[in-house]
């Protein structure tokens, strides 16, 4: 549910001053920068990690303003009144080329070099922040001593029988792989996925699909598959190792995870845009981009992060797997943007069907 702009403002005026007391109750004398993401726990490990931290070390206030909404962004982009400095979001608000909307990263002050060997380098308007997947998920109790262990096994209905759970609501966030899912296990090499034979894909999850169940909420998967009523599922690392943490009967397989980045864009015009191109800074430096994993399952789209060997097991850049089992990047910003119109009517018959 929105906020009203009273609850809005009062949460805001208490995390600011929440930070700059972190900031051991600086002056402000360094200005202000207002972080914008989709709040809940991810926010919460956000501020532990990196907003704190860069607070006190800097004596910036940092202001939370929450959730993330593009078309807020636009809103204000447009009437010319941002009051939002930098922002998560997906690689579909445009981090390529949205330069009517974004402001352009300046890597004298982001170490955008830091990044180019990973598997999300920084984009022109948008620093990747972190990464998270979508894995093959199963559910441990159904399969104790035979456990499946690629996608392979997610379609061999015959050695692994039971439902299978996977994401379909729209083609926004390309379906959390699915389609390039099936293309590789239909024998599409990974470096030669886009663009995506769709059909070719859709007749592959044919061969299974009386055993789909297609849900249309990213929390469902794991609860599908700890029930039992799917013994597998197309879900996301971090929901799956909270479940397993709280004594829940699901395991994953890293083969092939489907990995995704969120950025941090900065709005053209933003009130702050010196302070927030320091605080990307703060956040993608080597030394800070591996501490979220201490707090939450995601990884660091830096390849030269440090990252708590604690921590590593459950973060998914810290088990990439070689050869065959590498992740898989989706083309969200380039392929799936120019034909999720289409798609999303194709898509829609095909569950239909």
Do not use: H
């Amino acid at each position: 549910m929105k906020r009203t702009t009273m609850i809005r403002s009062a949460a805001v005026l208490v995390t600011a001053l929440t930070l700059t007391a972190c900031a051991g109750g600086g002056s402000g004398e360094g200005g202000t920068v207002t972080y914008t993401s989709y709040g809940g726990v991810a926010e919460e490990a956000i501020t532990k990690a990196w907003l704190e931290p860069f607070a006190e070390e800097t004596g910036i206030e940092v202001v939370t303003d929450s959730p993330t909404e593009y078309s807020r962004v636009q809103q204000m982009v447009e009437t010319g009144q941002v009051i939002w400095d930098v922002v998560q979001a997906g690689e579909d608000i445009g981090v390529r080329s949205n330069s009517d909307l974004l402001t352009e990263i300046d890597c004298t002050v982001v170490d955008c070099k830091s990044f180019e060997d990973g598997l999300f380098p920084v984009e022109k308007y948008g620093m990747p922040v972190l990464v998270f997947s979508v894995v093959m998920t199963y559910n441990t109790d159904v399969f104790k001593g035979n456990e499946p262990t690629t996608w392979a096994d997610f379609f061999d209905v015959e050695k692994f029988p039971g439902k299978r759970a996977i994401y379909g609501k729209a083609v926004t966030g390309g379906l959390n792989g699915i389609l390039e899912i099936a293309l590789i296990q239909d024998g599409v090499p990974i470096d030669d996925l886009y663009p995506l034979d769709v059909e070719r894909a859709l007749a592959k999850l044919d061969t299974i699909k009386d055993d789909l169940i297609i849900y249309n909420d990213f929390s469902e998967c794991t609860t599908l598959v700890a029930t039992g009523e799917a013994v597998m599922g197309n879900c996301y690392n971090g929901r799956v190792n909270i479940a397993a943490e709280e004594g829940q009967p699901v395991g994953l397989s890293w083969s092939n995870q489907v990995q995704f980045a969120d950025y941090l864009v900065i709005p053209k015009g933003a009130p702050n845009t010196e302070n927030a191109m320091k605080l990307l800074a703060y956040i993608g430096a080597n030394e800070n981009n591996g501490r979220l994993g201490e707090f939450i399952a995601y990884g660091p789209p830096n390849p030269n992060a440090a990252v708590d060997p604690s921590a590593a097991d459950r973060l998914p850049t810290a088990n990439d797997m070689e050869g065959d089992d590498r992740p898989i990047k989706i083309d969200q910003g380039g392929w799936w943007a120019e034909n999720s119109e289409t798609l999303g009517a194709r898509w829609a018959d095909w569950k239909a069907s």
